[in-house]
């Protein structure tokens, strides 16, 4: 018999699927049941799938179709092949899937947990949810956790939660006694010149009819009941003293990351080189970091370390004086969890300190460019004023609405800057920000360098983004990653995390391969725009094993092949002299350059395009014993077009159907002889 307790599980890499979880855990908790929330590797030490009656998961999948970092071991577990056909009898699941289409692997962690559980007995409760990042998350999500609830409803005997609108002006009405009185406070406050994000409200970038942010689609605008969630309950309240706030060091409160075993690094920027024309699209930029020669990390080509940035000053500024407490931004600042708050077993998260400032907490543990979620719109439409606005941010955040929040906030990647432009009077408390807010995460780059006696000295190579000021985005911005790396400069100390060894590696998963073997693996390396990064690492660590080689006697030399594309390669190549080299020195035997926008009839635009160019070549690649494909890059459909390509060329050359085809790249994959490291 099923009793109020049950587990929630996520498996989460950049945080998504642990905010789902929560907000899973936040309603079930809402309406008197009795949730457990767990990250998956928490198996066999906080719970054993084994004895839970019902569990809830959401997971996603990475780029190369592996688990999330917190979701792996048990991956491993539950896929034993020693577990009994009836190991999971008394289990019931709902299973939510995350993934982006764009990726050959799309869905495929899900598709595998879910093909597991059943596997070994376990009952499913509802389909599994597919939700795509590609067109929206919350177009499956939404429909899938309205179903998750019903069906939990039923099946406990609950009232399910959700509001039907009927009265903005008492909401209206109650909030304009706060907001008179935090901006006469502010008006006492002496405020020194700060830089500060400006924009002109008279000019905001929206169209002068049709649907957008603030204005939605007739029918959802002249709807007279907006089935719309609760408003998150309030738990986080604060104080302030005039104390001096020292810096002690430990960032986020000393929190771990999620899916990430690694210690914060203190290195420092020791080179900075611009790899490209500054007016390309993407200016290409290398850093070069030093984590000092005590340094202990052992990584190899083809891993990664995380950069921890830091939210754009201008921005905080706004933020903080939009919410009526930059002229206290760097007081010393105390949390604490309200006494009187209906949520249950509430608790500070755990990347923010009691102690710290509003600055602290803006600036480095809260991701202010991460699109809103609609907790976060649906407690500021609680907090605004003004009856249109309000209205709107209802809208957006309603059953009816699911579409426009896609379209409008999500799929455009507003920021929280651009929402409290579009909507002035919303008058949100700070503590609601902390709360409702996503983590400030690392991001992942390449190494793209390798010395094996200066581990400690190490380059990195990214395209600095930018965004313009379209589709509800009211300011052009750099990337919040890429824009705080160009903005460092030589000397400057920064924090980086290495992340646990990846798959994408130099070795032959067939066979035992020591170093000395690497230069003889047949290696195809494809890497568009900055993929190219990790492969500067792997020709460096085969170099010296070449050259020694060369110097003991004649060998026989495998297949060394590398696709590079860009725009233009006079404009945005990378280091197309040091590849050249490689050429020259026999290391490759195969340079295949490609430009979107070139003139020449004889150069492929993309990489897809030049592999099905030299499709015989690639062919006798594949067939090749222990031969190795590394794919990297944006995987804004890139992924999918490679794949796409080498199914094609299985086809014509093969002579095969191409479901064989389809099979023949899959064995490839499963065998750890194709690998991907793509992002979005």
Known sequence: MLTKSFLIAYGSQTGQAESIARQIFDHCNAIDLSPRLHALDHSEKQFNLETESLVVIVISSTGDGDPPENAARFMRRICRKSLPGDFLAN???????????????????????????????????????????????????????????????????????????????????????????????????????????????ENLAFPEDGPCLIRGKHDLSSSENLRVP???????????????????????????????????????????????????????KEITIDLGRDSKVNYLPGDAFYFVPSNPIEEVNFILKRLGVLHIADKCLTLSVDPNTTKKAATIPAYLPVKSTYRYIFTHCLDIRR?????????????????DQKRRLLELVSTLGVHEFANFVRLPNISICDVLLAFPACHLEPERFMELLP?????????????????????FIYSLMTFTATDGRQYERQGLATGWLSNLAVGDNVKVIYQTPSKFRLNDPTADCEAKDIAELNIMMIGPGTGVAPFFAFLDRIRPVYRHKNDSGPWKHPNRFLFFGCRDLQKDGIHIDVLEEYCYEMMLNGLYLCESESENPDIKSYVHHSLKANASRVFQFLKLNHSLVFVCGDGNGMSRNVHDAFVDIVVRKGKVSRDEAVDFVKELKAAGRYLEDVWS
């Open 91 to 201: 289990t019931t699941f709902a299973l939510l899937g995350l993934g982006d289409s764009n990726y050959s692997t799309f869905q495929g962690v899900p598709k595998k947990l879910e093909k597991q559980l059943l596997a070994l007995g376990a009952k499913s409760l509802i389909p599994r949810g597919e939700a795509d990042d590609q067109v929206g998350l919350e177009l499956a999500v939404e429909p899938w956790l309205d179903l998750l609830y019903s069906t939990l409803s039923k099946l406990f005997n609950t009232q399910a939660v959700m509001s039907e609108v009927s009265s903005i002006e008492k909401i209206t009405a109650d909030m304009v006694g706060l907001t008179v009185e935090r901006e006469q406070k502010r008006e006492h406050e002496h405020v020194v010149s700060v830089p500060m994000l400006h924009v002109d409200a």
């Open 230 to 284: 609760p408003v998150p309950a309030k738990f986080l309240i604060s104080s302030y003293t005039d104390d001096e706030m020292e810096d002690d060091g430990v960032w986020q409160n000393g929190a771990r990351f999620p899916g990430m075993e690694g210690d914060l690094l203190p290195a420092r920027v020791v080179g900075i080189e611009e790899l490209t024309d500054p007016d390309v699209k993407k200016p290409k």
């Open 439 to 459: 983590r400030l995460m690392p991001r992942p780059y390449s190494i793209a360098s390798y010395n094996k006696d200066r581990l400690h000295r190490i380059r």
């Open 371 to 387: 699109a809103p979620g609609r907790p976060l719109l649906r407690a500021m439409a609680d907090s605004t004023t003004n009856e």
